[in-house]
Structures are given as C-alpha cells and as structure tokens.
C-alpha cells in the first residue's frame, strides 16, 4: 500500500492547495485515502475500527463511480485497482484478527509468539505506544511495565541499554515523567542514558515544563546529546515567545559543542544550533557557526561521513538562503559519495544527498541521481521522497506522475 498511500497524501495537499473543476470527486478521493492510512494505523491495534474504517473507504470508492462517472479520480482508481487492494487490506485483516482479535490479544499473541527478549520487549513497546495514542493510558502502562520486565532478560548489555533507554521515552510520551527518568538514570551505557535523558527533558520542554526541563538536562554526561538538549529546549522556549531565554540556552549548547572531540559529532553540532539560529531569524549568527562547522568538516577523512556532513551542512546553508554555496557543498558531497567502496553505504550516501536536491529545489538534479542508484529498493526510497518533495513545493502533476512510476 506504499504508492497509494503517497498518492493519496500527494492528492490531499492538491485538494488543500488549488481546486479543480472535479473539486468533489477528489475531495471524497482524499477522504477515502485517509480513511485508508488511518486503518491501516489501526491494524495493528483495534481491528475492528480498522474495518469499519475499510469498509467506510469502499463506501467512498462506489460513491466516486456512481457520482462522478468519467472525472480523471474516477478513471484513476479504477486503472489502479483501488478496490482490490482496499477488499486485500480488509481479508488480511480478518484473517488475521481470528488469532488477535483486540489489542489485549495482540499483546498475549507477541509473548507467546517472539522468543528473543530484546524483540518482544520492542513489540510490547510498539503496542503500549498506540494503546497511549488512542487515550488507554492505564493499559499502555501496563504494557511498558510488562516490557521493561522482559528487557531485563536482555544478555547482551547494549541491547539492553537500547532497550530501556525506548522504553524510558515511551513512558514520557504516554506523560509518566517519573517513571521514565527513574528508567533511565538506571541504564548503564552511557550513550543511551544521556539519549533517554535528553527526549525525556525536551518531552518536558514541548509541555511547557521547562524548569523540570532544564533540571533534568543537567544530568545529560554525553557533550553532544547535551547540546542537541539545550538547543531543543531553546527552540521550545523560542516558540512561545521566549526569545531570550532561548538564545542563551542557545549559547550554552555551542559550549557544550565546543567541548566534543570528534570533528564530525561537533560539526553537526554546530550545524543543528545554526539552524536554530536561522530559524530565530540571526541569520549572521547562523552563518558564522556554520562556517565553523563547514572547516571541521574538512578535516574528516572517511568518504561516507564527511559526505553526510557536507551535505548536512549544505541544507542548512539553503535554509539560511544561501542557496550557490548549497549546491557546490552537494557536489562536494556527491563527488565523495561516488568514492565510497562499500555499495550499501554508497546507496544510502546517494539516497540522502538526492533527497537534499530535491529540497534545494534541483529536481532535475535529484531525479537523475535517483535513477543512477544501482540498488532498486534504494532507487524508490530516494524516489518516493522526490515525489513529496514536489508535492511540497506545489508540483502536484509531477508528484502523482512519479509517485505512479514507482
């Protein structure tokens, strides 16, 4: 369901954006697309929602022939099976809701059915997370309680810090603050702790928290997630008006920057708190930190990396406006790119910078790189973001066009 589910987020910014003479026929088109992605949302969680929702979808499809006999929506989902996909969609979710009939079941089906701990402990994650998003707050509790007991089980001591380190943000998601920093000052890896630590205090932050926010910041060890910290708080300050106060939370994250090792981890860094900046409206201060972080980037010496970052800095540099100096960092980029020996890496490199054209605005540009891509699930990777892309920019024919190439 991948390309309808791009076509349709594709037709609801053409719908949003500018009308046509078959205004109603894509207005239901959108509505039964939506219903579409919100079932298949569901699948996992509530079956039965999911079908009605499926059913609700067909109702949209016959009511679009019959109405609308001949609009170019009408002959569209005709030649693209519509139908058969939505009555596929609902048979394999019948079928399966025979074993899981409810969320409770699916839960019981997942510690029954996974052996691995570290997996079984994602799913019961996963789950508890869409019982939260669906207002169950108490069963999605109970869910990441179940998880963080089976994590426990976890041999390998990474895993396990992965683990608990997702199950701490998932418990701040779902609003139990203290139960998350409680899980996450007990992870021993230091990398996940200060991961945890950090989506925990800007969870606060995004709630309008921000003293608890700050508190809990302090404890972050990891130079570089303590900046990513301070520089998300910054921005939440900076969106309900707090200007100052996000500038110099702002200031204290290059501090903290400034004290990484790495060439590539303080670079991005730096590169992160520019867009900041820009998005504050101090484009000098922008500017002045990513040249910063454009001579550190120099002195990478991996291909792969220093062609991420590059081309990382290249899209803040055309956020900033400075759109020349953007396109010659993605040559640069590019150029490294096609250096690298190791042909997943070499693909995902390719996918990125060709994203970064098409939001340059390089099209043309992004879509000959994308076809160049050896890989063909790579290739439609990078395609399927093109064709976004162009919706975004208001190019509807040509996201359609490309979405159905596809």
């Not at 579409?36 to 929602?49: R, T």
Request: glycine residues 4%; negative net charge.
């Amino acid at each position: 369901m991948k390309n309808l589910m791009i076509i349709s987020t594709i037709a609801l910014l053409i719908f949003t954006g500018c009308a046509t003479n078959e205004e109603k026929a894509n207005a239901d088109f959108v509505e039964m697309s939506m219903l579409i992605q919100d079932a298949e949302k569901l699948e996992p969680y509530d079956f039965s929602i999911a079908l009605e929702k499926y059913e609700t979808a067909i109702e949209l499809y016959n009511a679009i022939l019959k109405k609308y006999t001949g609009t170019t929506v009408a002959v569209k989902i005709i030649s693209e099976n519509m139908l058969d996909r939505i009555q596929s969609s609902i048979h394999n979710l019948t079928k399966f809701s025979n074993s899981v009939s409810s969320i409770i079941g699916c839960a019981q089906f997942v510690t029954q059915t996974i052996e691995d701990s570290y997996d079984k402990s994602r799913a019961l994650r996963r789950i508890a997370l869409a019982y939260s998003e669906v207002g169950e707050k108490e069963l999605a509790f109970d869910l990441l309680e179940k998880a963080s007991e089976i994590a426990k089980f976890i041999e390998d001591s990474y895993d396990k810090s992965r683990a608990f380190r997702s199950i701490a943000v998932a418990y701040s998601e779902t609003g139990e603050f203290e139960k998350a920093i409680g899980l996450a000052k007990s992870i021993e890896d230091l990398s996940s702790k200060s991961w945890a630590l950090a989506s925990i205090a800007v969870a606060y932050s995004e709630t309008g928290e921000f003293e608890k926010a700050l508190e809990l910041a302090k404890f972050i060890e990891s130079p570089f997630t303590k900046s990513s910290a301070f520089r998300s708080i910054a921005l939440a300050y900076s969106e309900v008006g707090e200007k100052e106060l996000a500038f110099d939370l702002l200031e204290k994250a290059i501090g903290f920057a400034e004290s990484i090792e790495s060439p590539f981890t303080k670079s991005s860094a730096l590169g992160s708190i520019a867009l900041a900046y820009s998005e504050a409206g101090e484009k000098e201060l922008a500017l002045d930190l990513l040249e910063k972080a454009l001579g550190l980037a120099e002195s990478i010496e991996f291909p792969f990396t220093k062609s991420m970052v590059l081309m990382d800095i290249a899209v803040a540099y055309s956020e900033t406006g400075e759109k020349e100096l953007a396109l010659d960092l993605l040559e640069k980029a590019l150029e490294l790119a096609e250096s690298i020996e190791s042909p997943d890496s070499k693909s995902m490199a390719l996918i990125e910078i060709a994203v970064a054209y098409s939001e340059s605005g390089e099209f043309e540009k992004a879509l000959e790189l994308a076809e160049s891509i050896e890989s063909p699930d790579s290739k439609s990777m990078a395609l399927i973001e093109i064709a976004v892309a162009y919706s975004e920019s208001g190019e509807f024919e040509k996201a359609l066009e490309l979405a159905e190439s596809i």
